[in-house]
């Protein structure tokens, strides 16, 4: 080749493209170069790239389908499933911490309380709280009733004492205290008398007996007034003298 030229041949071979290219260098000496395209494979490389990616971008979605109304609906219904165990799994829970008899695992097994033990003692358990409620609730009336009881007693009482007090009584007929005290202390002694004589303490069920049958005999409206009588005629017997 002759120094300071480049040559370029360009030949179609079926299709393709034969290229000769010579450039100088500065050693005087050409360097040939070839190269070998084809016009038609470039266009259907870059096709199939473009193909191929597209073709990914479709697999991509493909992998990824959308959901049906069915598939919707069995997704919420599971969803709805799961919360609604796990509230039935906390109330369980719940009653287990506020039922004391079911703090206690099974002695039997050692493992954890089942779910229908725990549905028993609860049952069980509100059945005695019913029960101490009703107790309660009776007691609070019988108070109630002692309340009124002593209300009335208290207003008698207060309209006797006043009566005394607006009723002047002359001093020739007020009774010493010491008279009302031995009138007092021997109707006790007549009584303590009958008691000691019919009354067996060997045993409780010796003297409950024992003293019921002496309340009816000796404590009798009637058996209590003609003591009283007595021990009155025989003071007034005494004072006279």
């Known amino acids: ?5 480049s040559e370029a041949f360009e030949v179609l071979e079926g299709g393709s493209e034969l290229k000769l290219e010579t450039s100088p260098t500065p050693t005087n000496s050409g360097r ?3 190269s070998r395209t084809s016009s038609t494979g470039s266009n259907a490389a870059g096709c199939a790239s473009s193909a191929s990616s597209a073709q990914n971008t479709d697999d991509e979605d493909s992998d990824k389908p959308a959901m049906s109304y069915k598939d919707k609906r069995r997704e919420a ?3 709805a499933e799961q919360k609604r165990r796990d509230n039935i799994k906390r109330g369980y829970d719940e009653l287990q911490c506020i039922v004391p008899t079911c703090h206690q695992a099974d002695g039997l097994s050692g493992q954890k309380m089942s779910k229908a033990n ?4 609860s049952i069980e358990y509100m059945q005695y709280l019913v029960k101490q409620k009703s107790k309660q609730e009776d007691d609070l009336d019988s108070l109630r009733k002692e309340v009124m009881a002593l209300k009335i007693m208290k207003a008698n009482y207060e309209h006797i004492v ?3 007090q607006n009723t002047p009584v002359h001093g020739q007929n007020q009774v010493p205290d010491e008279v009302k005290f031995q009138v007092f202390q021997q ?3 007549t009584l303590f008398q009958s008691f ?9 069920a010796e003297l409950s007996a024992c003293v019921f049958s002496w309340l009816e005999e000796y404590c009798k409206p009637k058996s209590l007034q003609e003591v009283v009588l007595g021990i ?3 003071l007034n017997t005494t004072l006279n003298h």
């Open 1 to 5: 080749m002759a120094e300071g030229y």
């Open 32 to 34: 040939f170069s070839f």
């Open 77 to 79: 219904h599971t969803v």
């Open 118 to 121: 725990v549905l028993q003692r």
């Open 162 to 164: 006043k009566t005394h």
């Open 187 to 189: 109707v006790m002694d």
């Open 196 to 204: 000691n004589a019919n009354i067996s303490v060997a045993n409780f």
């Open 232 to 234: 009155l005629r025989q």
